[in-house]
């Protein structure tokens, strides 16, 4: 029994403290794509910087602008995800976002799926949020499934991989694939099924961004800088035989495996700070997933 303490304690400060292993790496599945091959700049292009083999892109936020840009093709299903760097310092009031949408296809009726960073000030971590909105009413009561999260880690001090799994069944976040929430389809109308396009941009949303809009964007400490690196778009195109096989979320598949569902529990015991379900002021006649 003596000889078996040290290693549950091991394991217990391993669980408590360390990063959370999933045992499963998409990332390293697929291989990145040139920024041209996959995207295009949407809005902002003077806000926008292409290394010359195209393996990164660096956009930024002042005054005048921020930027944006989208993928070649819609999808309706795949794995997306990209390697991020943040700016440091003061950021308040500033997204930097990974996200699908077709909002430009069904402008207020839309779906979208989001990976946003909610900038911050000096000395406070930066929040991570995750959301989904299906079908947007268009008159002003878009219901966002938000579960916001503090990371494990300074996302300012090096690129971490971000990456969105969606297919017909489920939504993925993943963290350096670690999954951080799984969102599982319990209706058609709770689930987005409509092809999506990628996109990232950064832009100003002092009016709720940072601590609900009481921190604005600063310009004294313009530009707002965000890197992007190691672009990886790889599904099933809005025009890809119906044979197309969506990709997997785990070895098994669909699902996560156990030590995949370990992880995530360590990230949202340690590491969540909101979530849409718990929270005792929403309506959630709007979100009927919450009581499933």
């Known amino acids: ?7 549950l304690l091991l394991l217990l400060l391993h669980w408590s403290n360390a990063q959370p292993s999933p045992g499963y790496y998409p990332s390293h599945r697929f291989r990145p ?6 995207f295009n700049n949407l809005w902002g292009p003077q806000h926008q910087y292409v290394s010359g083999d195209q393996s990164s892109v660096t956009i930024w936020l002042d005054r005048n602008s921020g930027s944006g840009f989208k993928s070649n093709r819609p999808f309706r299903s795949g794995y997306f995800s990209a390697s ?26 839309h779906d979208e799926v989001d990976v946003e960073f909610l900038g911050t ?8 949020q995750t959301n989904v909105y299906i079908r947007g009413s268009g008159d002003g009561r878009i219901i966002g499934r938000e579960m916001k999260f503090h990371l494990w880690f300074d996302p300012t001090a090096g690129f971490h991989n971000y990456a969105i799994l969606w297919n017909a069944r489920e939504i993925i976040f993943y963290v350096d694939d670690v999954p951080i929430r799984r969102y599982p389809r319990k209706s058609v109308y709770t689930f987005p099924l ?14 709720w961004a940072t601590d609900d809009g009481k921190y604005k964007a600063d ?9 992007f690196t190691r672009f990886v778009v790889h599904g099933c195109s809005a025009f890809a035989s119906p044979r197309c096989r969506p990709v997997h979320s785990s ?14 529990h360590w990230v949202q015991k340690h590491c969540m700070i909101y979530n849409y379900c718990w929270d005792h002021k929403r309506d959630h006649s709007l979100t009927p997933e919450c009581r499933n």
């Open 251 to 264: 070895p098994f598949g669909i699902g996560l495996s156990s030590r995949q569902s370990m992880a995530m």
């Open 1 to 7: 029994m003596a000889l078996l303490l040290p290693s």
């Open 33 to 38: 794509l040139r920024f041209y091959h996959g």
């Open 219 to 227: 310009y004294r400490y313009q530009p707002f800088v965000a890197s």
């Open 194 to 207: 409509r092809p999506m396009w990628v996109y990232g941009s950064i832009w100003d949303a002092s009016s």
């Open 121 to 128: 000030t000096p000395g406070e971590p930066y929040t991570l």
């Open 84 to 109: 991020i760097k943040l700016q440091r310092g003061y950021t308040a009031g500033v997204i930097t976002a990974f996200y699908l949408s077709n909002n430009e296809a069904h402008p207020g009726f």
